[in-house]
């Protein structure tokens, strides 16, 4: 078949309601035309009098299904009776079963790797269970190949324990959901797909990562995707429906290719002390660059205390037996506009460089002292940052309140974690003769209720990382008497909002200046400002001290 992509369905637990799945894919490919296989996972037999004798229809001839169907083995006891050979077989036509675990292989060179059934409990296991023996004996062959970089697709009855751990969250009880082996397969076996049942809703996660960006080469990303029941009366989804081109015919580098809203490897679990478990050597056979690389230039006519400070850093990098090196920030996979290394940073708008954050003008600013705090490295939002970089973002936000103060202004800080790749704490300095903090809050939760937003206050001692795992969309407003108000994003989020807000007219009464697109300034205007600001801040820039 070449490159040409193959057309494939995925189903969640059938339960024996084979006619209800049958005519659902019929309807699909009338409408869309025809689809190459169709793979089933979690329970696809059922127990009852109707189940059995739909399953009869098919099993003497008397009706076909309409395509190329694969099936797990069973999950339960009672579905046994069903399958005469745990090996895998046809069971009618055009309906296989792939087995207890293995490799499948299409003619086009689609790899399907499936684990069939429920992790055992116990020895001898029952038979539909599977033990650390089966997945041994499928991890093995293929990882003892060097050219191996993952399967295609993997079938699992059950769902990996921790998939959701810097992603989406799914809609269920996860205290006693999915298992530990199914997680290490899926780490070993790095899935372009993964699906799986038996849980009754339907989850797609966010892709995730195979590979530790900047210490192994770039490698495809996994996307896990668990299936509702057939015909559930909630009519949770249960048919996904996919374009996929083998593996082994794709371009390399069209392979790797890593989507925006890509996160961290779930199943690779952080070490005690925050870092991440040590990864295989570089790949790449380069040494990292130190940590002076990260630091720029910011032109000709910048001051002279930050050219001493620039220097400063590399001769501390460069020093022997330095005690500790400081670890490189994490990088993205693609542009970003916000990484400090990146060639597509407006570096003439940057104020002040700390060892980890730094302080730039916002661009399309509300007022002239609108700045941005972001982390050097590529952290999405503030509960992903590593304990270094939170405590030199705590010092940033102290010292920009210190400042504001001495302006005789309320410090208002915000951050959208929503469509963003890179973190960007917005602080927006309101004049105190403009109105009380008691006068923000309510025009964010005014706003907020108008717009359908569950803003509530939290305790201003919470930290966010406990209700917002990495992974959350959320939006977050910090008041300068340390009020907190948080919403948990759910869809369709007004991306402006906290601008709308602030500009509103019971606060800065600038509406015109809602969204950035309109305050735009030309290059020389943006220096002219930022040179300002650099100037202002001095006097509160702990970062010249280091």
């Known amino acids: 078949m070449g490159d040409k992509p193959l057309r494939v369905l995925a189903s969640g637990d059938v339960e ?208 896990f995707i668990a299936l509702a029941t057939v015909n559930n009366p909630t009519k949770k989804k249960y048919l996904y429906a996919f374009n996929i081109v083998p593996m082994k015919n794709m371009d390399p580098a069209e392979l790797v290719k890593q989507p925006q809203d890509v996160t961290e490897n779930p199943y690779r679990k952080p070490m005690k002390d925050g870092k991440k478990e040590k990864p295989p050597p570089s790949m790449t056979g380069t040494e990292e660059e130190p940590a002076s690389q990260f630091f720029f230039d910011l032109g000709q006519n910048k001051p002279q205390h930050q050219q001493r400070h620039g220097r400063k850093r590399q001769t501390d990098g460069d020093r022997p037996n330095y005690p500790k090196q400081p670890r490189r920030p994490p990088q993205p996979t693609g542009p970003c506009w916000f990484c400090l290394a990146s060639p597509e940073v407006e570096k003439h708008l940057v104020i002040s460089i700390g060892t980890h954050c730094y302080m730039a003008l916002a661009k399309g600013s509300l007022t002239p002292d609108h700045v941005l705090l972001l982390p050097i490295g590529h952290y999405q939002s503030v509960v992903d940052l590593a304990s270094e970089v939170v405590e030199e973002m705590e010092k940033y936000k102290s010292a920009i309140k210190k400042f504001c103060k001495s302006r005789a202004q309320r410090c208002i800080m915000f951050e959208r974690n929503y469509r963003s790749q890179h973190l960007q704490l917005q602080v927006v300095p309101v004049p105190m003769e403009k109105c009380s903090t008691e006068d923000i809050k309510e025009a964010f939760m005014t706003q907020a209720e108008e717009q359908q937003i569950e803003l509530m206050e939290i305790p201003a001692h919470t930290d966010l990382k406990q209700i917002a795992p990495p992974g959350t969309p959320y939006f977050y407003v910090e008041l300068d008497m340390g009020e907190k108000l948080f919403y948990r994003i759910k869809k369709n989020f007004p991306l402006q909002f906290g601008r709308e807000v602030l500009a509103s007219e019971a606060l800065l009464n600038i509406p015109m200046r809602a969204d950035w697109r309109e305050c735009k300034c030309t290059k020389e205007e943006e220096e002219d400002q930022a040179k300002q600001m650099r100037s202002d801040f001095e006097p509160f820039d702990f970062a010249l001290d280091d």
């Open 16 to 223: 024996g309601r084979i006619n209800a799945l049958f005519n659902r894919v019929n309807a699909i490919q009338k409408k869309s035309g025809q689809f190459d296989l169709l793979l089933c996972v979690g329970e696809f037999f059922g127990n009852s009098p109707e189940a059995e004798a739909e399953w009869e229809a098919y099993k003497s001839g008397a009706k076909k299904a309409p395509i190329h169907t694969y099936i797990l083995g069973a999950a339960s006891q009672e579905t046994v009776k069903y399958f005469p050979n745990s090996d895998g077989c046809e069971l009618a036509e055009n309906i296989t079963c792939l087995g207890r675990r293995g490799i499948f292989t299409g003619a086009s060179g689609l790899q399907i790797a499936y684990v069939s059934g429920r992790e055992a409990q116990h020895e001898p296991a029952p038979s539909h269970c599977f033990t650390s023996k089966d997945i041994t004996a499928l991890v093995a062959p293929l990882l003892s190949n060097s050219k191996f970089r993952g399967v295609d697709i993997l079938l699992t009855s059950q769902w990996p324990r921790g998939v959701w751990q810097y992603g989406n969250s799914p809609e269920t009880d996860t205290k006693f959901c999915g298992v530990s082996s199914i997680a290490d397969l899926a780490d070993k076996l790095k899935p372009r797909y993964h699906f799986a049942g038996l849980e009754a809703v339907h989850y797609e996660r966010l892709p995730y990562r195979n590979h530790v960006v900047l210490q192994e080469n770039a490698q495809h990303v996994s996307r």
